[in-house]
C-alpha cells in the first residue's frame, strides 16, 4: 500500500503522515516514510532527536533518478536503484520500527 499526502501550508500534513506511519508500523506493517518537505519536520513528529535529524543527509540532488527515454519516445524519471537500497543508504530509523527518508533540506541561505 502507498499512501500520499499532500495540502496547503499548515493543513496538519506531517501530523497525519507521522500518525498514520505510526499507526500502521505498531500494527506490524513495514513502513517508509518519506519527508518531501523542504522545511522537513516529518522525523521530529515520529519522535527522533534534533540532533539525530542534523546529523541525517537528505537524498543527493540528482543522485538516485534519471532521465530515460521510453519506447514510445517519451521521456520520464526513473530510479536508479530499487527502494530498498535507496532506503538502506539514506534512511533513519525511526521509533516504532519505521524507515524515514529524508528528501531535500535547505543546506543554506537562498538554497530554498
Known amino acids: ?6 495540502g496547503k501550508g499548515g493543513s496538519g ?8 506511519a505510526r499507526v500502521f508500523a505498531r500494527q506490524g506493517f ?16 515520529l519522535g ?11 537524498i543527493p540532488r540528482g543522485g538516485i533518478t534519471e532521465r530515460v527515454q521510453d519506447d514510445d519516445g517519451k521521456m520520464r524519471m526513473v530510479l536508479t536503484d530499487t527502494v ?9 530509523e525511526a521509533p516504532d520500527g519505521i524507515r524515514l527518508i529524508i528528501g531535500t533540506k535547505v543546506e543554506t541561505a537562498g538554497a530554498g
Open 1 to 6: 500500500m502507498k499512501i500520499g499526502i499532500s
Open 84 to 92: 530498498e537500497n535507496i532506503a538502506a543508504l539514506h534512511g533513519i
Open 13 to 20: 500534513k506531517t501530523t497525519i503522515s507521522a500518525t498514520l
Open 30 to 45: 513495514p513502513v517508509l516514510a518519506i519527508d518531501g518537505d523542504p522545511n522537513p519536520n516529518l522525523g521530529m513528529a
Open 48 to 58: 527522533l532527536s534534533v540532533q539525530s535529524l542534523e546529523d541525517t543527509p537528505s
